[in-house]
């Protein structure tokens, strides 16, 4: 089976040969097709590949290609992680936003805006390729924003492209933890829109253990998401919000903390994968223990301004181990060996969430077997939670078209209607701002 990843010089993508070295069983990948258009990051992550493969008998073959036509004739399933305008469009992102007193990180607020109106374009294109040069491949998307690009692509693909997110799974488990039960076997009520989701529920053996930690304030202070929002107003929530929800629900004392930051979030990963590149690119180095010390750095700072904010501490040492590449190879094999599985996913929504439409790609928890991921059906969500899904899905649409008529109307609007941007006028100095820095943003008249 060969798997096509877009993207293929990414930080990232050794997680996910890595999870494809443990999978041993029958129907599994044995070929990886490696595609960027950076020729100097593919070598270093090949390199880092090969070193994960030494002695590892029947390791997954690695190629690399820079021409996409190339890459996915012939693939099976295609792993899209592209990252338009690199991480110095992220650090541009942030640095435009913050300017104008506003958030900007990548996926949520002027940032994400900025970063989907750079990405829907490139997404759509590979979306027509993957529809032309192999009709049958599944496309599992990581690229963000991540609803927003699956929502992109769906237009050409239907239901064979899926979005993945490793926060939800992540959630899921830390709730599971602490309430002392199995991760893998309990049930995670979870409904929302990628990055803007909360648990509602955690059954076991048919039982709603939720409550249980709803109404104890020890417990709700033992995991992250707990001192993240407080216990407080989880217990007002009567729900344990996605992480990227503090961005909401405590934007003043987010901003404020992003803004005296050292430097921003992506600036932060542009430099330091700089380095790690270059490390990489030395032959007297060992590509992977300079990944290895580089993704340990990257996951232990990950939010950290969050936390500073809400004083939450440091991460816990389970959560440093990334997930996004275990969703992704359930996934695969749910599909390509017919194994049932319930996995929370970006898909579209057909009739989950009453208040959406059909084709609007929600994240929810899905029955996924041999002919695709099926939504599961959910309970509503509380007039709060609904009027911000429908308030961000609203942008998402302006996003998109924006994107296929290079509307620049329809591109402020997706920033005046965004609820963590409070003025038509700075949404207006926002896209000024953006096509200043961004010369991906011509397209925009």
Not at 243 to 256: C, G, P, Q
Request: aromatic residues 6%; contains cysteine; negative net charge.
């Amino acid at each position: 089976m060969r798997l096509t990843i877009l993207g293929g010089g990414g930080f990232r993508v050794p997680l996910v040969y890595g999870a494809l070295l443990a999978d041993r069983a029958e129907g599994r990948v044995t070929e990886v097709v490696l595609h960027d258009l950076d020729d100097r990051r593919l070598r270093a992550v090949t390199r880092v590949l090969a070193e994960q493969a030494e002695g590892v008998p029947g390791a997954p073959e690695v190629s690399a290609t820079t021409d996409l036509d190339t890459a996915l004739r012939g693939a099976d399933f295609v792993f899209s992680a592209i990252r338009v305008g690199g991480l110095q469009g992220r650090a541009d992102d942030e640095r435009v936003a913050l300017a104008q007193g506003v958030l900007g990180q990548e996926t949520v607020g002027a940032g994400g805006i900025a970063y989907g109106l750079r990405t829907v374009p490139v997404a759509d294109g590979i979306a027509r390729r993957v529809a032309r040069l192999a009709p049958d491949a599944w496309v599992i998307n990581f690229t963000n924003p991540a609803g927003l690009v699956t929502e992109a692509m769906s237009r050409h693909l239907g239901d064979r492209v899926i979005g993945i997110c490793d926060s939800p799974v992540g959630l899921g488990r830390r709730v599971a933890r602490v309430l002392g039960a199995d991760p893998d076997t309990a049930f995670v009520d979870y409904v929302g829109l990628n990055h803007l989701g909360w648990l509602r529920g955690l059954r076991v053996g048919g039982r709603d253990e939720l409550p249980r930690l709803l109404g104890d304030p020890a417990l709700l202070g033992s995991f992250e998401e707990g001192r993240l929002f407080g216990a407080d107003w989880l217990r007002s929530l009567g729900a344990i919000p996605n992480e990227y929800l503090h961005y909401y629900y405590f934007n003043r004392e987010t901003v404020r903390a992003y803004q005296e930051a050292e430097q921003t979030r992506g600036a932060f990963l542009r430099d330091q994968q700089a380095r790690f590149y270059e490390r990489a690119g030395d032959p007297d180095v060992s590509a992977l223990r300079a990944w290895d010390r580089t993704r340990a750095e990257r996951e232990a700072t990950y939010m950290a301004e969050n936390r500073e904010s809400a004083g939450a501490g440091e991460r816990e040492a389970d959560d440093l181990s990334g997930g996004y590449e275990k969703v992704a190879l359930a996934l695969m094999r749910a599909i390509a060996r017919d194994e049932r599985a319930t996995l929370i996913l970006n898909v579209r929504n057909r009739s989950t969430l009453t208040a959406l439409d059909a084709d609007a790609v929600v994240e929810v928890p899905c029955l996924v077997d041999a002919s695709g991921a099926h939504p599961l059906a959910a309970a509503p969500l509380p007039g709060h939670a609904t009027g911000l899904v429908c308030t961000v899905k609203a942008v998402e649409r302006e996003v998109l078209a924006a994107a296929g008529s290079g509307s620049r109307a329809a591109a402020v609007a997706a920033f005046a209607l965004h609820p963590l941007v409070d003025s038509v006028t700075v949404a207006r100095r926002l896209l000024e701002g953006y096509t200043e820095v961004h010369p991906g943003l011509a397209y925009l008249r």
